[in-house]
């Protein structure tokens, strides 16, 4: 059964890929507030028809962030299951400062805002950084 998000008919349920930017001890997150709610999450999105899991990672942090970056094809990346699959792969050679772009950037509002913010990989444990399942992932 296929999920409708409420912006461009995508699939909610269909698999989500990401990038795990990590530089100088920080990793870059995507800050949100939603419905009252405020939380942190990965860089990424929706993987499209057609699209491979590295593929939509590479595209969406891209679009999100305008980091210039490489994929570490030496690490392995992390997958975890939600409500639907979600694999994240680690970047190297990030360059650039981060400012947000893509959709994001044009659906920012008061109410449901998104800010690219550095976090200290030693405060991941204490923020509300979602899906949990990665979270207890990242935290070693």
């Not at 990965?42 to 593929?55: D, F, N, P, R």
């Not at 409500?83 to 994001?104: M, N, S, T």
């Amino acid at each position: 059964v296929a999920i409708m998000s409420a912006h461009k008919s995508t699939i909610w349920n269909a698999p989500r890929a990401g990038m795990l930017l990590i530089k100088d001890d920080k990793i870059l997150l995507m800050k949100r507030g939603k419905y009252g709610q405020e939380y942190y999450s990965m860089i990424g999105g929706t993987v499209e028809q057609g699209e491979s899991l590295k593929a939509t990672a590479k595209r969406e942090a891209k679009e999100e962030t305008n980091v210039k970056f490489n994929i570490d094809e030496s690490k392995k990346p992390i997958c975890v299951r939600t409500h639907r699959q979600e694999c994240y792969f680690f970047g190297k050679d990030i360059e650039g400062k981060a400012e947000l772009g893509g959709p994001e950037k044009l659906r920012n509002s008061e109410n449901n805002y998104y800010k690219l913010e550095w976090v200290e990989l030693n405060k991941l444990k204490t923020i509300n950084l979602l899906p949990k399942q990665l979270k207890k992932k990242l935290i070693i």
